[in-house]
């Protein structure tokens, strides 16, 4: 019985990965059930994600953060749950400061910034089908609250001149169900799909044509908005659990968390 | 900076360890010492034991006798046993020789009580609600990891000290810096030790010294004023620019800890015939119970168990 679940859970797994499409999110969704005590309580988490993806303006972005965060919640009969993270990230998009002219040179490609502080908010509910399987979705918010910025320095035609690009309003929003399986010890499997959007302001000052963001104010978008999640959830000892989470699209993040439930 | 701020430390250290030292004797002396029986705010009877308590003040001479314990009647051997046996009881001596100044002190502390930080206190909980203002004691506990790992090392603890160690990082980790005490729950059972540098001396066999009621701070004896002059160093936000920071949050913290147990102090006053005897009393018999908790190895208390032990926390 346990290796037919087994199996279909890791086919359902990989059907997700293979056909759920690409986008990015700004954080782990965790197991669809929630992890607080029955009778109601809460549990606090700590953790790391790295996550990657596009951003899209005429010209592909690559945006990797590495983010360490502190998670609460409260949530009540295994059904339903709150939560909130708060955490500490770092900031890279590709080609930001990419000379768009052949007569530009620019110091740097890579937009660079660290210490952005986010936080998180989100809900989920779950309904167990039987007592392995069960099904939920969630939603869940993040907006980063310090504006990001990083400087370059051009040199067209002999001189130099200096740039200053802010990011601002990174924010991103998150709905998706999962399927999940309870198996050995409690140890939860999970994954399914799910939308999202994200967007940010950047700003350059002053404006620089020859620089690729560095040409107006514009607003960045996630470039697809449809993407996958599967991951584990263990439990270790006297409470505490390892969760463990992919999500893919056109690039792969992944993290994961220590949760003690209490 | 930080070199010349610790040789400082080491320095008033060294001299407040002298001192006390030198005035350890105090409270051994039959002469000067204080000999209260078990009946005030002894487990069984609480805080309205106090009241109930028979006094022989001999003002003047700086000592204090309280009946029944009377060892000069005794020849030196019968003293020695039974002072052995009522030390087994819980009886507990403490010498005050600086009555008169205790007593203003007292006054000092009382109205300071009833004037301003009650009263700053209930407006403070109307304000916050409680799973607050019980959020912030846990941070500021939590603040107090070093000085209660340090004591345990001390005290040759190592089991103490280790869960002190394991309290802090869960609490600092999975407890919202400390807001929430997760370590304290039944699975982890990670109790907060009640440690001290006064306790971690007087594990040591060295006495209270003499009673003294410092402004603000409150009851304490010589032996204790080092753990109040040691915490101090051991405070985290004592390092901070600029200095009334610190200050700041230790009158922050100590409105908050009032606002959690408005009602304690009167309790113990109303009950008692003399507040000043009453609180003294109950402060060496809590002192003296944390010292022989620890030799004994006891597990500690739960924090606040009873209302006296909580106005000296």
């Known amino acids: 019985m346990t290796k037919i679940n087994s199996g279909a859970i890791i086919l359902s797994v990989l059907v997700m990965i293979v056909f759920c499409g690409t986008a990015f999110a700004g954080g782990p969704f965790g197991s669809p059930q929630p992890l607080s005590k029955e009778s109601g309580g809460l549990r606090t988490a700590i953790g790391y994600w790295h996550y990657e993806d596009k951003f899209d303006d005429g010209t592909d972005h690559v945006i990797r953060q590495n983010q360490v965060y502190s998670e609460a919640a409260y949530g009540k009969g295994k059904a339903w749950e709150a939560y909130g993270r708060i955490g500490l990230s770092d900031l890279k998009i590709s080609n930001a400061f990419r000379s768009t002219q ?51 320095y051009e040199t067209a035609g002999g001189t130099s001149s200096h740039m200053k690009l802010r990011v601002t309003d990174l924010w991103d929003v998150n709905f998706g169900m999962g399927l999940q399986a309870t198996v050995w010890r409690d140890t939860k499997l999970y994954a399914g799909p799910y939308i999202y959007y994200a967007e940010a302001r950047v700003s350059p000052s002053p404006d620089t044509p020859g620089i690729q963001l560095g040409r107006r104010d514009e607003t960045l978008q996630n470039k697809t908005n449809v993407g996958g999640f599967a991951g584990i959830d263990v439990p270790i000892a006297k409470g505490f659990r390892l969760n463990m989470e992919g999500q893919y699209s056109e690039r792969f993040s992944a993290g994961a968390a220590i949760t003690l439930v209490y | ?67 029944p314990v009377a060892p000069k009647s005794h020849d030196d051997e019968e003293a020695i046993d039974e002072e052995e046996e009522g030390q087994e009881m819980g009886e507990v001596t403490i010498a005050d020789p600086l009555e008169f100044f205790n007593r203003a002190m007292f006054q000092f502390n009382d109205k300071l009580y009833f004037w301003v930080v009650k009263p700053v206190a209930q407006g403070y909980s109307k304000v916050v609600p409680e799973i607050g203002r019980s959020s912030i004691k846990n941070f500021f506990s939590n603040l107090g990891f070093p000085k209660r790992f340090i004591s345990c090392l001390f ?21 919202i810096g400390g807001l929430l005490d997760p370590a304290a729950n039944k699975d982890l059972s990670l109790q907060k030790q009640n440690a001290d540098i ?21 009851p304490s004896s010589l032996r204790d004023t080092i753990d109040i002059v040691g915490e101090h160093f051991q405070y985290p936000f004592t390092y901070t620019d600029p200095w009334y920071v610190g200050p700041s949050v230790r009158a922050c913290e100590s409105v908050n800890s009032a606002s959690l147990r408005i009602g304690d102090y ?48």
């Open chain 2, 198 to 218: 006064g306790q971690t001396l007087g594990r040591y066999g060295l006495g209270h010294g003499f009673y003294v009621v410092w402004p603000v701070f409150g």
């Open chain 2, 266 to 313: 009167e309790a113990l006053k109303e009950a008692a015939i003399d507040p000043y005897v009453a609180l003294r009393n109950a402060y060496a018999q809590y002192r003296q119970k944390m010292v022989q908790k620890k030799e004994k190895g006891e597990a500690p208390a739960p924090d606040g168990e009873k209302p006296e032990q909580r106005i000296f926390q």
């Open chain 1, 102 to 152: 052949p007569s530009t040179t620019t110091s740097k490609r890579d937009f660079e910034d660290n210490w952005n502080v986010f936080g998180t908010l989100g809900v989920k509910g779950f309904y167990p089908l039987n007592e392995i399987f069960g099904i939920g979705a969630f939603v869940q918010g993040t907006y980063f609250f310090r504006d990001a910025d990083d400087n370059v």
């Open chain 2, 155 to 175: 005290q040759a603890d190592f089991s103490g000290a280790a869960t002190e160690l394991g309290r802090f990082v869960v609490n600092t980790v999975w407890g």
């Open chain 2, 1 to 67: 900076m930080l070199s010349s701020k610790i040789r400082m430390m080491r320095r008033i250290f060294f001299l407040i360890f002298l001192i006390a030292l030198l005035g350890a004797g105090y409270a051994h002396g039959d002469d000067t010492a204080l000999m209260l029986h078990k009946s005030v705010l002894s487990d069984e009877t609480g805080a309205a034991a106090a009241s109930e308590t028979v006094w022989n003040s001999e003002e003047g001479t700086g000592e204090t006798h309280m009946s």
